[in-house]
């Protein structure tokens, strides 16, 4: 009762505010005195991070995302976040979003730049990295598995349309079609080399799916551990798949100019005249040794003659 | 019938608006105000922290307990539980919760205390004095519902999380550590703000209401106690309106 | 000065006032009499604005209350003092504190003025030790004296008294009326007594108006009061006078 009004009432003012500014900051996950610093950073696809989701460095939770919006400008999603200020966030660092959004559990990951950089200004872009995310496998699992299925297409009509040039019976044309078969050599042998790598990849991926089935029971370290290598198999298929792309590239490019009638090979396949005309040849040129073989002396008059000069 | 049912409400919201608007008119007389609106303060808020404490307390402690009860299943991890009742609390229940229990303790007594003031004359005397009654008595009462309303959502909100999470913990539902690390998994930093908002919208419906209903009051003993009635009840069906219009018009 | 011009007032199907015009001249002391329920207090809340009339005008000092802002109302009110008929005490406040509360809103004295100013204001209306009391402790005629000494508190041009001496004891009475008559007698102050004890008619007033069927029907000195020939106020007079202290019974159907 000695206590005034005006008292009691700013007491419970300033507590109530401190209440509410501390239980904000403790359910963000946010230090509860530290002040932090704030950045942004743009993303092609949110993938699920929202405002409140955790902000982290190798792991460990430094700060929130405040917001998530649409920048009509940039064209881009816009992530703001505040991390602690003892967080030195130098040039060259980068974030990016980490995370399955079916278990909600999207983060904003930073790899800090090196120690002795600049320190990005507050308020400044921090550049994503964007190669780093895969998190929605769902959605990218098909589409390798059609581009795998497109790219085997496109493998079979080559090599068919190889063998077919391969079994053109005329003998004569080895010497030029030993660049095709050093060529389709190549292909077989990446072929089967990246067969077995496919397959490799494939089979882990499939253990993998497995292991993600399991992830109701896992913990949350266990399914992190699952992800990232999922992530990491991934990125080999499609790098994998890049380097068989680019064999059947060149084997393409091959063919293509073959079919254009560029170089030896493809002035023969695409000028029957020429054909013809070495064919004749060919055969006359045989008739010729038969009848040198039959009449040598014939040829080696000539050769007298040659002598007398 | 036309008159009782459709012009009396309309009549009614204009007079609401029109007091209203000359309260606000006259807030530039601050001064005369001032110890009014701290001793409104004490009233209307401080005195009913208690309360709003208590029923925050066991609003958490009763939701945390369902909310176990409806997700026993092995498939849901127990740390949902936090991620339940927190939004829940910070988004719905401590404004709500309060919202009601005010509507009942101080919009009856506002409507009461002016009811009376009008029926005794004390209203008439402080106008005959040169005050203006509107300014001096319904100013301190709104700004201190507006002002202190969110004081008692934080109050009954961190309370009512508090009760949640020992219910959890010492009841044997989830360890305090699941139910924060649930509740912060899906935790908006907007609901908080969202619900003081709501705060400051209910804060403000309970006590002008009252106002009203009590500064207009006529016919003795009676007309306080239909004043008195009709402030309580009325200002929980406008907490109603005003909770789906908030969530409809900012969520 | 205060003019009412043909000032009508009803309430619902009830009127209360028609026709009524009366001057309240500047320092004079003016007594309303009439029955119970005859409109005296409607009346006086007309001359503060407190009740707008249906018709007619109410002119304080050359304005009229009903055509200004209410800013403007408000500054000629405090020209006013009012003891209301029932008291009207802020029972949210001690008695001190009700008394003190027109001094410490409207006068610039400190503090410790105030509560001089106040205990003196106790005392003239024989009150003392009160102070802390809420009014619903008091007595009905204490309450009525805590009421007129914040009425008068402020020392206003114009002091209106509803029944400032009803329920009182014919000692305490006599005691008001004398407070009311050195009041009045201050340069500066005009006073409307409204009363049924032709007592307070007879020792404070200079003139006497009395309310009849809606109308003043009389107005004069206190001498043409003795001598006036109108049968319903002599009845009333007449009543009055045997039962000295108590509300006028209705003497004339
Ligand atoms: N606010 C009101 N609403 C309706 N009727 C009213 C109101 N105020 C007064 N009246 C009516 O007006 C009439 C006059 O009332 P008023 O209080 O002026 O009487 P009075 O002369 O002061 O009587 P008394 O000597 O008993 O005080 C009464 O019949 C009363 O019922
Ligand atoms: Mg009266």
Request: glycine letters at 8%; one cysteine or more; proline letters at 3%.
């Amino acid at each position: 009762m000695k206590y005034s009004d005006e008292l009691k009432v700013g007491l419970a003012l300033v507590v109530a505010a401190l209440v509410f500014v501390l239980g904000l900051r403790y359910f963000q996950d946010l230090p509860l005195f530290e002040t932090t610093d704030s950045y942004y950073s743009l993303v092609e696809n949110a993938a699920g991070i929202t405002s409140g989701s955790p902000v982290r460095v190798n792991g460990v939770s430094v700060g929130a995302v405040r917001r998530v919006g649409y920048d009509a400008d940039e064209r881009q999603v816009r992530v703001d976040f505040y991390v602690e200020q003892r967080i030195r966030i130098t040039e060259g660092s980068s974030a990016s979003i980490t995370g399955f959004s079916a278990i909600g559990d999207v983060k904003l990951d930073l790899s800090l730049g090196p120690a002795d950089n600049e320190r990005i200004p507050r308020g400044g872009l921090v550049p994503s990295h964007e190669e780093d995310f895969f998190g929605d496998i769902a959605d990218r699992a098909p589409a390798l598995v059609n581009r795998a299925d497109s790219l085997m297409i496109g493998m079979t009509s080559t090599m068919s349309s190889v063998s077919r040039l391969l079994e053109e019976p005329d003998s004569d044309f080895r010497k030029t079609l030993q660049s095709v078969e050093r060529t389709s050599d190549q292909v077989n042998r990446v072929l089967r080399e990246e067969q077995q790598r496919l397959a490799a990849t494939l089979d882990s991926v499939a253990h993998l799916t497995g292991s993600l089935n399991r992830i109701a029971e896992g913990s949350e370290d266990e399914i992190e551990a699952t992800l990232q290598d999922v992530q990491h198999l991934i990125k080999r298929l499609d790098s994998n798949l890049d380097s068989v792309e680019r064999s059947t590239d060149r084997l393409d490019n091959i063919l293509e100019q073959i079919e254009s009638g560029e170089g030896t090979l493809g002035l023969l396949v695409n000028d029957p005249q020429l054909y013809h005309r070495m064919d004749s040849t060919v055969v006359r040129l045989h008739e010729l040794i038969d009848d040198f073989q039959q009449n040598p002396r014939r040829y080696l008059k000539e050769l007298k003659l040659i002598d007398i000069f | 019938m036309l008159e009782r049912h459709i012009l009396g409400p309309i009549e009614a919201l204009g007079q609401y608006v029109l007091l209203l608007s000359k309260a606000f008119r006259s807030l530039g007389e601050f001064g005369i105000y001032q110890k009014n609106l701290f001793q409104q303060m004490v009233r209307i808020g401080i005195d009913s922290i208690p309360i709003v404490a208590l029923a925050g307390l066991f609003s958490g402690a009763v939701l945390t307990v369902q909310t176990a009860y409806q997700l026993e299943s092995p498939f849901i991890p127990q740390s949902i539980i936090g991620s339940i009742v927190v939004p829940s609390m910070v988004l719905e229940l401590g404004a709500v919760v309060t919202g009601f229990i005010l509507a009942g303790r101080v919009g009856a007594r506002i409507a009461a205390e002016l009811g009376t003031m009008r029926v005794t004359e004390q209203i008439d005397a402080l106008e005959a004095m040169g005050l203006n009654s509107i300014g001096y008595l319904i100013v301190p009462r709104v700004m201190a519902g507006i002002l202190m309303f969110p004081v008692l959502y934080i109050t009954a909100t961190g309370v009512g999380i508090g009760g949640g999470v020992g219910v959890a913990h010492y009841g044997g539902f989830l360890s305090a550590g699941e139910f924060v690390a649930g509740a912060r998994q899906f935790f908006s930093p907007f609901d908080p703000i969202f619900g003081l908002i709501k705060s400051f919208v209910f804060g403000f419906i309970i006590t002008s209401v009252a106002c009203y209903k009590g500064y207009y009051t006529g016919g003795g003993a009676e007309g306080v106690g239909r004043s008195t009635t009709e402030a309580a009840v009325l200002s929980c069906v406008y907490i109603l309106f005003a909770n789906l219009a908030l969530a409809v018009l900012i969520l | 000065m205060i003019e009412v011009r043909n000032v009508y007032k009803s309430f619902g199907s009830l009127s209360v006032l028609e026709d009524v015009s009366l001057t309240v001249q500047d320092e004079e002391t003016l007594a309303i009499i009439g029955k119970s329920g005859s409109g005296k207090s409607v009346l006086m809340k007309h001359l503060m604005g407190l009740i707008k009339p249906d018709k007619g005008e109410v002119i304080v000092d050359g304005t009229d209350i009903n055509a200004v802002s209410y800013q403007e109302l408000r500054d000629l009110r405090q020209r006013f003092g009012m003891l209301f008929q029932g008291g009207a005490l802020f029972d949210s406040m001690n008695v001190f504190d009700n008394v003190a509360f027109p001094l410490r809103t409207f006068s610039p004295l400190p503090e410790d003025e105030v509560r001089a100013r106040v205990r003196e204001n106790l005392a003239e209306v024989q009150l003392e030790g009160v102070e802390d009391k809420a009014p619903s402790e008091l007595s009905g005629g204490m309450k009525k004296r805590v009421a007129l000494a914040r009425a008068v508190a402020l020392k206003p041009q114009y002091i209106i008294y509803d029944e400032p001496t009803s329920g009182l004891d014919p000692e305490t009475s006599n005691t008001i009326n004398e407070l009311i008559r050195s009041l009045s007698e201050q340069s500066n102050i005009t006073s409307i007594v409204v009363t049924h004890d032709m007592h307070s008619v007879l020792s404070i007033a200079d003139r006497a108006a009395f309310i009849h069927d809606q109308r003043i029907r009389w107005l004069g000195t206190i001498d043409e009061l003795h001598t006036a020939e109108d049968p319903v106020l002599n009845g009333f007079v007449r009543a009055s006078e045997y039962q000295i202290g108590k509300p006028a019974a209705a003497t004339n159907k």
